[in-house]
């Protein structure tokens, strides 16, 4: 299985294992994160904002100031951890097999937030991939995923949280935006992220188990091997400001399986976790602009 655990691009996942909430644990004595930007009030696209600087450490980090912290239990295979606009109280976690799960209090909720294993086709590098929130959560209700259906498509969809229930998702809300076939049963990305431009930020892989025999990544046309960046409310419309490629929607090709990626909220730069074949692994940094 080509899932990699990237610790550097994937900052929620460290939710996970550093511990987030409660607990009697002596805190780390590391600089806190940067507090997230406010959030924007459109999903079209602005200028990235002027990088801002981050805290200047008071001494040299150290592996004495990393912890282990258990969250919660009673979790299947879960591969994400999220969090959503105006909800600071609770943890959105991805299981593999189709739900989105709540932790609350350092508990998992009874009733998942979302349950889609009913189109769900999972296991070693199939399934329920990735999920991003609306930066206008809080006022729209609207959120992101990606899975594998069972005819091994990738499917990025957008769903609309319950109005009278912030603890669950209206499942028959779902509006599919893109529907990518797939070769086969690896590399499929799945990650997504808004931009510090509004923009919605997914990744697909190039479909292969190795070497990309169809070339699919370094084909600017072909939506696989790449980080696609859209405006949900338009798409298929194109943005303005693309980078002037066949295929529109391609920000970034030449990609193997861009498992996880995320943008520093300090700075707007993009890191990039991409698989290897047999010898490396490899972080790819894009700066800001």
Known sequence: ?????????????CVVACGSGGGEEESPTVPPA???SPQTTSVAPTPVPTPIPSPAPTREPSLADLRLRSVATGLSAPLHVAAAPGHPEWLFVVEQSGTIRIIEDRSVRPEPYLDLTDVVEWGGELGLLGLTFHPDYESNGLFYVNYTDADLVSVTSEFSVDPGDPARAVRESERTLLRVPQDSVAHHGGMLAFGPDGALYLSLGDSSQGADPNGYAQDPSDERGKILRIDPATFPEPLDDGAGLENPHVWHYGLRNPWRFSFDRATGDLYIGDVGELEAEEV??????
């Open 1 to 13: 299985m080509e899932f990699r655990g990237w610790v550097v691009p994937v900052a929620v996942s």
């Open 34 to 36: 940067p507090t997230p």
């Open 284 to 289: 790819n940094v894009v700066a800001a602009g």
